[in-house]
């Protein structure tokens, strides 16, 4: 396999924020939330995240 590495990077700033929140996907959802109240650009959309939720 190739080595990618901005991917490892990605993957592993995505790690250290999953854990600093426990792993816990509400706790994530806040945290991505806040930080898009910082921003124009949107990271998270929770109409579809809940949506998604009732169909799996």
């Known amino acids: 396999m190739k080595d990618f590495p901005v991917i490892d990077r990605i ?3 995505r790690r250290k924020i999953s854990e600093e ?3 816990d996907t509400e706790k994530l959802i806040r945290h991505y939330q806040e930080m898009q ?18 169909i799996a």
Request: positive net charge; without cysteine; hydrophobic residues 20%.
């Open 37 to 54: 109240k910082k921003t124009t650009r949107k990271f998270f959309r929770r109409d579809i995240y809940i949506q998604e939720r009732r």
């Open 11 to 13: 993957r592993e700033v």
């Open 21 to 23: 929140h426990g792993h």
